[in-house]
C-alpha cells in the first residue's frame, strides 16, 4: 500500500529541465551558456531583458517583469510575480517561534466581590436575624408552657402583621375568610394561608442556633431534621398537646413560619451540613496525592541508586537500596489500594451513585494506574546480595578481560544456532550475564523474586546496563552478544501473543511427561555417570517427541556435544559468550515454583559459575548461601522449550565437569534424608507447571492498557475490562509480595514478613472475591 | 504570534489557579476539550443532568453570551460545586458581572476572570472561528458579524497585538469587519494597550469572492487533502465510512500537538506521505520482533529499549496514518483524482482555453469521475473562462446534465460566479496567466520541475508577498484610519471572511518559513474545503439559476 501510493506523482505530464531559454526554450547546458545564448540569440530583441538577466538568479523578479512587458501583455504589471523568488530559507517555521508571554486577561474578581459583598451582607443580616429570632422562640420550654403565654412571646419576638392589612394571602393570592383562616410568620410577623404555611421543627431549629453559636457538637444528624420538617401536618394534628386549641391548632414542637423565611433557613442549613461532611472519596483522594507526592519524591533517588548498584559500584549500600526499594513498593501498593477503593466507592450501594461520579472513580482510578505503570516501569531490579558481590567483581574481572578478544567466529556462531534453538527462552539470556553467580544449595535452593514490572522491560532495562558495562569494559564480542539477545527478546514478544493459547493447553500434560522423563534420565545418569554425554542426547529426541519443535534443537543438542568434548576452558568461554544457556533454566521457574526446588535449577547455576568464575574453582562452597535470584513472577517468556533446555543443561554440564554434579546431588539429597521433600523433588515440581495459568495474565501491562481507558465509558464492557485488570494485578501483586516475604525472611527482616503476609492474605482474599464476582 | 500556544497557556493558567484538589471543568458547546492534571471531569453547563459533587472545584471556561450568563446565575444560586473559577473567554459587560456576583450568595466564586480564547487554534499559525454562512447576499449577518469581531478581537488580545488595520475595499464586509474590530480596540482601548513594538502588527482583512478558485481545487498536501477528501473537524476526521474500517479508528484524531507524524508531515505532499509512511511502516517492523536484523548498532538497540514504552502509542499511530493514507489512496484512484486535479489545475494557473475546453469535456465523459468532481471542473471553468469570447459554458451544462448531475450541483455552478465572478473580484485572479507561464517555464530552468499538481498559488500568496515588500497597493487594500505603516510589516494577522483553507495554510506556513523577521497567522471566519466552501456559497443566499443557458452569454462587451 505505501509503495502504492508513494507514486502519483512519478510522471508528471511534461518536464523540462535545465537551463531553458524563456525566450525560444532552446534546452541549454548551464546557465553561463544560457547567458551567452540568450546575448548571442535575443540581445537584439531587448536591451531590459538582456541587463537583467545578467543578475537573473539574483533578480529573477526583475527579470520577470521586463520578460512580460517584452512579451506584449498589456496588463500592467502588477507586481505579482514574486512568488518563485524566495528560496533562501530565513524564516520560521511557526511552531519554533519564539515562547511569548501568556495573552491577555484582565480580572472581574474585584467588582465581582463588591457587588457580591452588597448582597452578602444583606443575606447575611437576613440570616443572623431570623436565627435570632429562632433562638428566642425556642429558648423556653414550649411543650410545657400554655399556648396563650407562647404567643405571647412570639408576639414579642417580632411584631406580627395586623389581619386587616392582609385580605389575600401574598403567595397565592386566596382571600382570607372565616375557612381560610390567617396564619403569622413566627420569624418575620407576615401572614398567609395555612397552604403556605410552613413549620420549622425544634431540632432543626435548635441545630441552626446552635451552629451559629459554634457549638457544633450539640445538632442533630443530617439526615432526622429532613424527615421532622416534612412531617405531615396531620400528625401534629393527632398529638397530644395540639387538644388545647379548638380554632387554631397548635403545634408545640414546631415554628409556623413563611415559605421565605423557611427557604432561608433550609439553605443555611445545607451549608452547615457541608461545611462539615468531607465525602469518603476526598479522604481518600488526599491521601492518594500524598502516597503520589512521596513516590515523586523517593524513585529517583532508588533509581540513582539501582543504577549503580547494577553497575557493580560501590557507592550506594545494597541495604538501603533494598529498604527503599521496599518502602517505594509499599507505596505503590497502597495507591493502587486506594485508587481502588475509590472506584468501588458505593458500587453496592442501592441507589447506584450518579454516573458522573462513577465516572469520576473511574477517571482518578485510571489516572492512579497510569501513574503506578508509568513510574513502576522505571522501578529497576537490585541486585542479590551474592548478585551484587558477584557484579562487583565482574566489573574488575571485565576490565581484566579486556585483553580476551578471541574466539569471536565460534562464539557467534554458536550463540545463533543455540538462538534459534531455545527459541523464545533465549530472550533471557541476558540475565544470565549478570547472574553470574547464583549459588544454589540443596536444602535451601529458593528462587528469589525481585521482579515487578512487565518482565519484558525489565529485561530490556538490564540489557541496557549490561550494554553499557559490555561497552565500558570495551568488550565487543559481548555487546553483539546482547544484540543478539535483544533481537530474541522481540521475537518473544511477537510469539508470546500467538503461542499463549496453544502452549497453556499443552502444556500441563507435557510437563507431566516431561518431569517423568527428566527423571528417568538422571536416575540413569547417577548410575551411569560414563554414558551422560549419550543420554544428553537422548533426551533431546525424547523431548522431541512430544512438542513439535523446531529442527533446530537437535542441532543444538549435537552442538553442544561436540562442543563439551572441546576442552574444559574452551566451554568456559563460549558459554560465556552465550548466556542464552544459562537463563532459561532459570527462567522456567514460575513463581510459585521457588518453595520446592529441584535438582534440575540446582544445575544450573552451578554451571554458571563454572563457566563465568574461571576463577572460582569451587562454586558450591561460596555460593551455597546465595538463593536462586531475580525470577519473574510471572514470566510470560517460560515456554515450551525451557524445561528441555534446562535439562539439556544439566546434561551438558556434566559432561564438561570434571567431578561429577550427580554425585553432588546425590549426597546432598542423601544428607538431608527428608524423602518427602527431596528424594523424589519432580513429583513436586509437577505442581508449579500447572498453575501457570494463573501468572500468566500478569505478564503483559501492554494488551490490557487499551481497556483501561475509562474515556470509553459508553461501551459498558468496559467495567468487565476493569475488573479483569483488577485481577491480573491482584496476582502480579500477590508475586510480588511472596517475594519481598522470601526476602524478607532471607535477611531476617522478621517483622517485615509479618506486615507481608498480613498483605498477602489480604491480597488473596480480595482475589478470591473478584473471581466470585466475574464468576457470577 | 502561537495561536495553539496561546490557547494551552491560557488553560494551564486556570488549572494552576485553582490550586490542588479534584476540578471538573465547565464548558459551552463551543469551548473545546482539554485534559489536564487533576481535571478528571468536563460537564457543558448547559448539560441537564449534573450531580451535585460538593467536593469537586469548577473551572468554567464560557463565552460570555446571554445563555451562559443566565445559566451560571442558575448555578451559583444553587451551586452543584464547592468553589468556582469563572473565565470568560471574551470581554463580558459589567452588569452581568454584577448579575453573578448578586447570584453568588454562598460566595462559591473564588476567580472571574477574562481569557481571550474565544476562537479556534488550528495550527500555531492558522485559526478559525467555526462559522459557515456569515454573509447574506454581499454584507453581513449581524450575528454573525458580532461573533466574528469578537473571535478577532479575542485573537488580538491572546496574541497581545494592537494592529493597524488595512482590508481589502473591493469588499463591504470586510470594510465593516474592519470597523468593528477598530471600534472594540477603541472601546477597550486599556485591554489593547500592550507594550508598543518598533513596527506596529498589521490586521489585514480579506474577502473569500476575491478567491473562489482556491477552495475549489483537489489538495496533494496531507493536510489539506484530509480536508477535502474526509473533512477534519475540530482535528476529527470521520472514516465511518471507510470501507472495512475497524471500530476503534471510526473516528480518529489528527492533531499535530500529539502525534509527531503529522505534525513532521502535514504539509508534504501525498507523495512524501506515502514514502514517509512506509519508512513510519519500517520503522514499526523493525521494533517489532519479526524484523530484527536492523537492529545493528547500540544506538538501534538503544533507541528501541527508549521507545519500548511507546510501542503502544506508535502502533495507534502507524495503523491511523495508515488508514488515512490508504484511504485518501482508495479515494484518488476511484475518483480518478490525479486527472481531474491535473485539468483543474491548467484550469485554475493556465490560460489556454481550448485545451482546457477539451480536458474538461473528456473528463466529462469520464465515469470514474464523480458527479461534485465534474461540477466542481465546470465551476472553474466558469469561473476563469467567465467572459471569454468562446465561453461554451451551455454545452458543458448541458453535458453536466446528460451524465445525470443532480440539479443542486448544476445550480452551484452558477451560484459561484455569481459569489466570486468577475464582477465582485477585486484583484486580477487569472488574469496574469500567460505571463506566469512564460514565467515559470523561464524560472524551471533556473530551479527545475514544480509539481503538476501543486502549480496552483493561492491568491493570498501574492498578497501577502506584496504586503511583506511594503507594496501592496493602498488603492485596493486602504488603511482604516489616517494612520499608514512606513516599514514593512512584520506581524501580520490575516482575515479571511467566508472562510480560509489549508492550501493558504501552507502558504502562510511557507511564507513564515521564507520570510526571516515576518510571522503571519492566518484566521478564517471557517476553514474550508470544497464541499463546505459550497454550503457557504448557498448560505450566503446565492442559489444559482437552474437553467443554464440564461446567463452564460459572453459579454465580450465588458472586456478591457
Known amino acids: 500500500m505505501a509503495a502504492g501510493c508513494a507514486a502519483p506523482f512519478g510522471e508528471p505530464a511534461e518536464v523540462r529541465e535545465g537551463f531553458l531559454c524563456p525566450l525560444c526554450l532552446k534546452d541549454l547546458q548551464a546557465f553561463h551558456q544560457l547567458r551567452s545564448h540568450y546575448e548571442e540569440e535575443h540581445s537584439g530583441e531587448d536591451r531590459d531583458v538582456r541587463g537583467q538577466l545578467r543578475n537573473l538568479v539574483q533578480k529573477a523578479k526583475r527579470a520577470k517583469r521586463k520578460l512580460l512587458k517584452r512579451e506584449?501583455?498589456?496588463?500592467?504589471?502588477?507586481?505579482?510575480?514574486?512568488?518563485?523568488?524566495?528560496?533562501?530559507?530565513?524564516?520560521?517555521?511557526?511552531?519554533?517561534?519564539?515562547?511569548?508571554?501568556?495573552?491577555?486577561?484582565?480580572?472581574?474578581?474585584?467588582?465581582?466581590?463588591?457587588?457580591?459583598?452588597?448582597r452578602i451582607d444583606h443575606y447575611v443580616v437576613e440570616v443572623n436575624k431570623l436565627i435570632i429570632r429562632l433562638e428566642k422562640l425556642t429558648s423556653f420550654d414550649r411543650a410545657n408552657t400554655e399556648s396563650a403565654k407562647i404567643r405571647a412571646i412570639e408576639k414579642s419576638v417580632v411584631p406580627w402583621v395586623s389581619d386587616q392589612d392582609v385580605p389575600f394571602c401574598p403567595d397565592c393570592g386566596n382571600k382570607f375568610n372565616i375557612r381560610n383562616r390567617r396564619h403569622h410568620c413566627r420569624l418575620c410577623g407576615s401572614i398567609m394561608c395555612k397552604k403556605c404555611m410552613e413549620l420549622v421543627s425544634l431540632p432543626l431549629a435548635s441545630k441552626l442556633t446552635s451552629a451559629s453559636k459554634e457549638a457544633l457538637g450539640s445538632h442533630t444528624s443530617p439526615n432526622s431534621s429532613p424527615n421532622s420538617v416534612h412531617g405531615s401536618r396531620r400528625s401534629s394534628i393527632s398529638s397530644i398537646s395540639s387538644v388545647s386549641s379548638v380554632l387554631d391548632e397548635k403545634d408545640d414542637d414546631r415554628i409556623r413560619c413563611c415559605r421565605h423565611c423557611k427557604d432561608t433557613l433550609l439553605k443555611r442549613e445545607q451549608q452547615i451540613d457541608e461545611k462539615e461532611y468531607?465525602?469518603?472519596?476526598?479522604?481518600?483522594?488526599?491521601?492518594?496525592?500524598?502516597?503520589?507526592?512521596?513516590?515523586?519524591?523517593?524513585?529517583?533517588?532508588?533509581?540513582?541508586?539501582?543504577?549503580?548498584?547494577?553497575?557493580?559500584?560501590?557507592?550506594?549500600?545494597?541495604?538501603?537500596?533494598?529498604?527503599?526499594?521496599?518502602?517505594?513498593?509499599?507505596?505503590?501498593?497502597?495507591?493502587?489500594?486506594?485508587?481502588?477503593?475509590?472506584?468501588?466507592?458505593?458500587?453496592?450501594?442501592?441507589?447506584?451513585?450518579?454516573?458522573?461520579?462513577?465516572?469520576?472513580?473511574?477517571?482518578?482510578?485510571?489516572?492512579?494506574?497510569?501513574?503506578?505503570?508509568?513510574?513502576?516501569?522505571?522501578?529497576?531490579?537490585?541486585?542479590?546480595?551474592?548478585?551484587?558481590?558477584?557484579?562487583?567483581?565482574?566489573r574488575l574481572h571485565m576490565v581484566a578481560l579486556e585483553t580476551r578478544g578471541k574466539q569471536d567466529e565460534k562464539q557467534k556462531d554458536f550463540v545463533s544456532r543455540s538462538a534459534a534453538a531455545v527459541n523464545g527462552d533465549a530472550t533471557h539470556l541476558k540475565k544470565g550475564t549478570v547472574r553470574k553467580s547464583e549459588g544454589w544449595l540443596p536444602t535451601s535452593s529458593i528462587s528469589r523474586e525481585s521482579e515487578i514490572a512487565d518482565p519484558l522491560l525489565q529485561q530490556i532495562d538490564n540489557i541496557t546496563s549490561f550494554i553499557k558495562q559490555a561497552k565500558a569494559a570495551n568488550r565487543i564480542d559481548e555487546v553483539h552478544m546482547l544484540q543478539e539477545n535483544l533481537r530474541q527478546l522481540q521475537d518473544?514478544?511477537?510469539?508470546?501473543?500467538?503461542?499463549?493459547?496453544?502452549?497453556?493447553?499443552?502444556?500441563?500434560?507435557?510437563?507431566?511427561?516431561?518431569?517423568?522423563?527428566?527423571?528417568?534420565?538422571?536416575?540413569?545418569?547417577?548410575?551411569?555417570?560414563?554414558?551422560?554425554?549419550?543420554?544428553?542426547?537422548?533426551?533431546?529426541?525424547?523431548?522431541?517427541?512430544?512438542?513439535?519443535?523446531?529442527?533446530?534443537?537437535h542441532e543444538v543438542a549435537k552442538e553442544n556435544w561436540n562442543l563439551t568434548a572441546h576442552a574444559l576452558d574452551l566451554d568456559i568461554t563460549q558459554i560465556k559468550g552465550d548466556p542464552s544457556f544459562e537463563t532459561p533454566a532459570v527462567e522456567q521457574l514460575p513463581a510459585n515454583e521457588h518453595l520446592i526446588f529441584t535438582l534440575k535449577p540446582q544445575n544450573v547455576p552451578q554451571r554458571d559459575k563454572d563457566q563465568d568464575q574461571t576463577a572460582c574453582l569451587n562454586p558450591f562452597e561460596d555460593e551455597a548461601d546465595t538463593p536462586q535470584s531475580e525470577e519473574d513472577p510471572a514470566n510470560p517468556f517460560a515456554k515450551d522449550t525451557s524445561p528441555m533446555v534446562s535439562f539439556s543443561n544439566t546434561a551438558l554440564q556434566s559432561d564438561k565437569k570434571e567431578y561429577n554434579p550427580f554425585e553432588n546431588e546425590e549426597e546432598d539429597e542423601q544428607t538431608n534424608g527428608a524423602p518427602g521433600s527431596n528424594s523424589n523433588p519432580f513429583e513436586e515440581d509437577e505442581n508449579p507447571f500447572q498453575k501457570p495459568g494463573g501468572s500468566w495474565n500478569s505478564g503483559n501491562p501492554f494488551e490490557e492498557r487499551s481497556s483501561t481507558n475509562p474515556f470509553e465509558v459508553e461501551d459498558g464492557n468496559e467495567i468487565s475490562g476493569e475488573e479483569a485488570i483488577e485481577e491480573e494485578l491482584l496476582l502480579q501483586q500477590i508475586d510480588n509480595i511472596k517475594a519481598y516475604i522470601f526476602d524478607a525472611k532471607h535477611s531476617g527482616r522478621m517483622d517485615e514478613v509479618e506486615v507481608l503476609t498480613e498483605n498477602l492474605k489480604e491480597l488473596k482474599r480480595t482475589l478470591a472475591k473478584q473471581k466470585e464476582k466475574s464468576n457470577c | 504570534m502561537n495561536a495553539v500556544l496561546a490557547v494551552k497557556q491560557y488553560v494551564s493558567k486556570m488549572i494552576e489557579d485553582s490550586g490542588p484538589g479534584m476540578k471538573v471543568l465547565l464548558m459551552d458547546r463551543e469551548t473545546s476539550e482539554i485534559l489536564q492534571k487533576e481535571v478528571y471531569l468536563f460537564e457543558r453547563l448547559d448539560s441537564a443532568n449534573r450531580e451535585a459533587m460538593k467536593h469537586l472545584k469548577a473551572i468554567c471556561f464560557l463565552?460570555?453570551?446571554?445563555?451562559?450568563?443566565?445559566?451560571?446565575?442558575?448555578?451559583?444560586?444553587?451551586?452543584?460545586?464547592?468553589?468556582?473559577?469563572?473565565?470568560?473567554?471574551?470581554?463580558?459587560?459589567?452588569?452581568d458581572v454584577k448579575s453573578l456576583a448578586e447570584a453568588d450568595e454562598q460566595e462559591v466564586v473564588a476567580e472571574v476572570q477574562e481569557f481571550y480564547g474565544d476562537y479556534i487554534a488550528v495550527n500555531p499559525h492558522v485559526f478559525s472561528l467555526n462559522l459557515l454562512g456569515c454573509c447574506q447576499g454581499r454584507s453581513w449577518d449581524p450575528a454573525q458579524l458580532s461573533r466574528t469581531t469578537q473571535g478577532l478581537t479575542a485573537l488580538l488580545l491572546s496574541l497581545k497585538k494592537c494592529p493597524m488595520i488595512r482590508y481589502q475595499l473591493s469588499s463591504e464586509s470586510a470594510k465593516r469587519l474592519a470597523e468593528c474590530v477598530k471600534q472594540v480596540i477603541t472601546k477597550e482601548y486599556e485591554l489593547f494597550d500592550f507594550r508598543r513594538t518598533e513596527v506596529p502588527p498589521l490586521?489585514?482583512?480579506?474577502?473569500?469572492?476575491?478567491?473562489?478558485?482556491?477552495?475549489?481545487?483537489?489538495?496533494?498536501?496531507?493536510?489539506?487533502?484530509?480536508?477535502?477528501?474526509?473533512?477534519?473537524?475540530?482535528?476529527?476526521?470521520?472514516?465511518?465510512?471507510?470501507?472495512?474500517?475497524?471500530?476503534?479508528?471510526?473516528?480518529?484524531?489528527?492533531?499535530?500537538?500529539?502525534?509527531?507524524f503529522y505534525a513532521n508531515n502535514m504539509y508534504l505532499n501525498f507523495a512524501e506521505i506515502g514514502s514517509n509512511i512506509k519508512n513510519l511502516m519500517e520503522d514499526f517492523q523493525r521494533r517489532k520482533p519479526k524484523e530484527q536484523q536492523k537492529l545493528e548498532s547500540i544506538a538501534d538497540m538503544k533507541a528501541f529499549v527508549e521507545n519500548y514504552p511507546q510501542f503502544k502509542k506508535m502502533s495507534g499511530t502507524v495503523s491511523k496514518h495508515v488508514t488515512v493514507v490508504g484511504e485518501l489512496s482508495r479515494l484518488?484512484?476511484?475518483?480518478?483524482?490525479?486527472?481531474?486535479?491535473?485539468?483543474?489545475?491548467?484550469?485554475?494557473?493556465?490560460?489556454?482555453?481550448?485545451?482546457?475546453?477539451?480536458?474538461?469535456?473528456?473528463?466529462?465523459?469520464?465515469?470514474?469521475?464523480?458527479?461534485?468532481?465534474?461540477?466542481?471542473?465546470?465551476?472553474?471553468?466558469?469561473?476563469?473562462?467567465?467572459?471569454?469570447?468562446?465561453?461554451?459554458?451551455?454545452?458543458?451544462?448541458?453535458?453536466?446534465r446528460n451524465r445525470g448531475v443532480p440539479e443542486k450541483y448544476r445550480k452551484l455552478v452558477s451560484a459561484v460566479v455569481e459569489y466570486g465572478g468577475k464582477r465582485v473580484r477585486g484583484s486580477d485572479l487569472f488574469s496574469p496567466k500567460d505571463a506566469v507561464a512564460i514565467t515559470k517555464q523561464f524560472l524551471k530552468g533556473l530551479k527545475g520541475v514544480e509539481n503538476v499538481y501543486t502549480q496552483h498559488q493561492p491568491l493570498l500568496q501574492e498578497t501577502l508577498d506584496q504586503l511583506?515588500?511594503?507594496?501592496?497597493?493602498?488603492?485596493?487594500?486602504?488603511?482604516?484610519?489616517?494612520?499608514?505603516?512606513?516599514?514593512?510589516?512584520?506581524?501580520?494577522?490575516?482575515?479571511?471572511?467566508?472562510?480560509?483553507?489549508?492550501?493558504?495554510?501552507?502558504?502562510?506556513?511557507?511564507?513564515?518559513?521564507?520570510?526571516?523577521?515576518?510571522?503571519?497567522?492566518?484566521?478564517?471566519?471557517?476553514?474550508?474545503?470544497?464541499?463546505?466552501?459550497?454550503?457557504?456559497?448557498?448560505?450566503?443566499?446565492?442559489?444559482?439559476?437552474?437553467?443554464?443557458?440564461?446567463?452564460?452569454?459572453?459579454?465580450?462587451?465588458?472586456?478591457?
Open chain 1, 72 to 118: 506584449g501583455d498589456d496588463r500592467t504589471d502588477s507586481g505579482s510575480q514574486e512568488r518563485y523568488e524566495s528560496f533562501s530559507y530565513g524564516g520560521v517555521d511557526p511552531y519554533m517561534w519564539e515562547p511569548q508571554e501568556v495573552g491577555a486577561m484582565r480580572s472581574h474578581l474585584s467588582d465581582f466581590k463588591k457587588h457580591r459583598a452588597a
Open chain 1, 278 to 394: 468531607t465525602p469518603e472519596i476526598v479522604k481518600l483522594y488526599e491521601k492518594l496525592r500524598l502516597c503520589m507526592e512521596k513516590v515523586d519524591q523517593k524513585a529517583p533517588e532508588y533509581i540513582r541508586m539501582a543504577e549503580s548498584l547494577n553497575a557493580g559500584e560501590t557507592t550506594y549500600n545494597l541495604e538501603h537500596a533494598n529498604d527503599l526499594r521496599v518502602e517505594i513498593q509499599k507505596v505503590y501498593e497502597f495507591i493502587d489500594a486506594l485508587s481502588k477503593k475509590i472506584l468501588s466507592l458505593g458500587l453496592h450501594e442501592d441507589p447506584q451513585p450518579h454516573p458522573k461520579t462513577l465516572q469520576l472513580q473511574r477517571m482518578i482510578r485510571y489516572s492512579a494506574t497510569l501513574f503506578v505503570q508509568e513510574k513502576l516501569l522505571g522501578l529497576m531490579s537490585l541486585p542479590t546480595k551474592d548478585q551484587y558481590e558477584e557484579l562487583k567483581k565482574r
Open chain 1, 492 to 553: 518473544e514478544y511477537d510469539q508470546q501473543q500467538t503461542l499463549k493459547a496453544i502452549e497453556l493447553s499443552k502444556r500441563q500434560a507435557e510437563e507431566e511427561e516431561m518431569q517423568r522423563e527428566e527423571l528417568q534420565v538422571l536416575r540413569e545418569k547417577e548410575w551411569e555417570r560414563e554414558h551422560h554425554k549419550f543420554m544428553s542426547q537422548h533426551s533431546r529426541t525424547c523431548s522431541l517427541d512430544f512438542r513439535e519443535v523446531k529442527q533446530h534443537e
Open chain 2, 63 to 95: 463565552r460570555p453570551t446571554k445563555e451562559n450568563v443566565e445559566l451560571l446565575i442558575q448555578e451559583l444560586r444553587r451551586p452543584k460545586y464547592s468553589i468556582y473559577f469563572i473565565y470568560f473567554s471574551n470581554v463580558i459587560s459589567k452588569s
Open chain 2, 203 to 260: 490586521l489585514l482583512i480579506l474577502d473569500r469572492s476575491d478567491d473562489a478558485i482556491t477552495p475549489l481545487l483537489n489538495q496533494w498536501t496531507y493536510q489539506a487533502m484530509v480536508h477535502e477528501l474526509l473533512g477534519i473537524n475540530n482535528n476529527r476526521i470521520d472514516l465511518s465510512r471507510v470501507p472495512g474500517i475497524s471500530k476503534d479508528l471510526r473516528e480518529v484524531v489528527l492533531s499535530a500537538e500529539n502525534d509527531e
Open chain 2, 332 to 400: 484518488v484512484g476511484e475518483r480518478n483524482l490525479l486527472e481531474v486535479s491535473e485539468v483543474e489545475q491548467e484550469l485554475a494557473c493556465q490560460n489556454d482555453h481550448s485545451s482546457a475546453l477539451q480536458n474538461v469535456r473528456r473528463l466529462l465523459q469520464n465515469p470514474k469521475v464523480t458527479e461534485f468532481d465534474a461540477a466542481r471542473l465546470v465551476m472553474l471553468y466558469a469561473l476563469h473562462y467567465e467572459r471569454h469570447s468562446s465561453n461554451s459554458l451551455p454545452g458543458l451544462m448541458t453535458d453536466l
Open chain 2, 468 to 560: 511583506i515588500k511594503g507594496k501592496l497597493k493602498d488603492s485596493q487594500y486602504p488603511y482604516l484610519g489616517p494612520n499608514t505603516l512606513r516599514d514593512r510589516p512584520q506581524d501580520i494577522i490575516v482575515f479571511i471572511i467566508g472562510g480560509a483553507t489549508y492550501e493558504e495554510a501552507l502558504t502562510v506556513y511557507n511564507l513564515n518559513r521564507t520570510n526571516p523577521g515576518v510571522r503571519i497567522v492566518l484566521g478564517g471566519t471557517t476553514i474550508h474545503n470544497t464541499k463546505s466552501f459550497l454550503e457557504e456559497v448557498t448560505a450566503s443566499g446565492f442559489r444559482g439559476r437552474s437553467t443554464e443557458s440564461s446567463h452564460v452569454a459572453p459579454r465580450s462587451s465588458s472586456r478591457r
